[in-house]
């Protein structure tokens, strides 16, 4: 299996590079959960097929926090799903690839960014999936500040209601939304007992180790767990990037040139490097 | 009307195996026997409207054709945004069934009636809009709205609805359809204030004045040429509706017909931009807002007085 930490760093450059190219997008959602994600694609969890996106038994993923896209592009275009001289169209007039995703691309089931559908969706996909005995998984990763929607809390109800004990939900729970941080904008903690309280498992993990993160995602599919897993995935906002973490203003700040010259050299490239990713 | 749908859907759901039913505390009446009899395809989602239709189109997207069914109210406003980004911009084959629109609640009172959901609904790209004028139109929709590719919108009345089909409704999706022939105005109206249009028309013969009554019961795709066709007929268009007269049937009627026709008169009837705050039956409430047989009839005589002697 590929060195995940090693794989991680080269999305975080490319996550860079596509918003320095499309000068749209949201880096520091994007760089904490491309963990979650990275572990998800490349670390032998889910079950895809990048030339048959629609493949009948593939698990299905949904990135509810929409904002993330920078980071499901990426994974989706080294996955196979699409070339990265299309990525690179990101955010320009003609692209399919905009700040927020939807289906027109491949590899992705719906469109978010609307926060508070994503988990609703998998509900219906996890339905669907029990109706038809298909054994494959339901993926979703929404925010922690998507947690103040109330249509999350619908969807948890009713994941427990009807036993979906296929679809597994991730938060990245960076601490942070778009206007400061989730405590003191509207406060959801404690999450992981609201969670046990709707009748579901929580498990918490650090969300940028791989360790716990491979852990907590597998599933035994022959056996699954009998209350649904959700897992929260402590992160940090920019993870990766010290000049913009866990900073209030970056959450869908674009750098400007000089800014760009400094995360490209805390992610450790010269700029004739960064210009060839 | 409901009592009608809840038949129907219960004999598609025998007959189309890919039908899911998906209700938000709506599972009362015949939807008890689709629980009996098809309880693997019924989801009851609780009070919860929007995780109801995420979920639904979810559904669509495996393949499934999910019928929602609440009151109007609820799915139409609370649910507005789930209707329009998960539904309708991305097509989803997905069919909702809106109970009790226009003021048809009544004494539930303001909350629980929708006399804005047309002009809602009919803004939203690819979201076909239907109204059905009386009960025995509903089979035949309920039908073709399954038939259908794509996101369905189903406006539906409540009860006591007057029958305006003597056999089975001619309905098909994106079809107006003459219910009475005329040629000096025509009334196109849609849902069961339709029955009051016909009372009022009836009578306007009797004074000698020949009304033709169109059933818009597609309100989008809007029947384009049939609109055009019987207004340059007729020249004197009135629109009745159980609605807000902002961004209503009338409003769409007038957006075929402007810059179109030379009309001798033109006139929406509907809700004067207001809730409706009374209280009383369905009836009541319309004659309190200007809407009844008689204040349709009135209005069909100012639009031809002058025209024509008025016996």
Known sequence: ?277 | MRKTYEQAIYDLMGKNEKVVALVADSASGKYEDIEKDYPDRIFNFGIAENNMVAAGCALAKEGWIPVLYALNNFLVYRAYEFIRNDACLQKRNIKFVGLGCGVVANTLGPTHHTTEDIAALRVLPDLTLLSPASPKEIPVMLEKAVQYEGPVYIRLGKAFEKEIYEDKSPFEIGKANTIKIGTDITIFSTGSIIADALEAANKAQDSGISAEVINISTIKPLDADAILNSAQKTKNVLTVEEHNIIGGLGGAVAEVLCGKIDLKSFKIMGLHDTFCNDYGWHQDLKRMYKLSPEDIYDQIIKQIRGEKTIA
């Open chain 1, 1 to 277: 299996m590929i060195d995940l930490y090693e794989k991680a760093l080269d999305l975080r450059r490319k996550i860079i590079k596509t918003c320095y190219l499309g000068r749209g997008g949201h880096i520091p959602p994007s760089l904490s959960s491309i963990d979650i994600m990275n572990a998800l694609y490349f670390g032998g969890i889910l079950k895809y097929d990048s030339k048959n996106p629609n493949w009948e038994n593939r698990d299905r993923f949904i990135l509810s926090k929409g904002h993330a896209a920078l980071g499901i592009y990426n994974v989706l275009c080294d996955a196979g799903f699409f070339k990265r001289e299309d990525l690179y169209t990101f955010c320009k007039p003609g692209t399919i690839f905009g700040a927020h995703p939807t289906p027109s691309i491949p590899g992705i089931e719906a469109a978010t960014g609307a926060l508070g559908h994503g988990l609703s969706f998998g509900v219906g996909l996890a339905l669907s999936a029990k109706m038809k005995k298909q054994k494959h998984l339901i993926y979703v990763i929404t925010g922690d500040g998507e947690c103040q929607e109330g249509s999350i809390w619908e969807a948890a109800m009713s994941i427990s209601k009807f036993g979906l004990n296929n679809l597994i939900w991730i938060i990245d729970h960076n601490k942070w939304q778009a206007t400061g941080k989730v405590s003191e904008t509207m406060e959801i903690e404690p999450l992981d007992e609201k969670i046990k309280a709707f009748g579901l498992e929580p498990v918490v993990v650090d969300g940028h180790d791989y360790k716990q993160l491979i852990d907590a995602l597998s599933v035994d599919r022959s056996n699954l767990p009998k209350k649904t897993r959700v897992i929260i995935a402590n992160t940090h906002k920019g993870k990766g990037v010290p000049f913009i973490e866990d900073k209030r203003e970056w959450h869908s700040k674009i750098p400007n040139n000089d800014e760009f010259k400094i995360i490209i050299n805390e992610l450790g490239l010269t700029e004739e490097e960064f210009q060839k990713l």
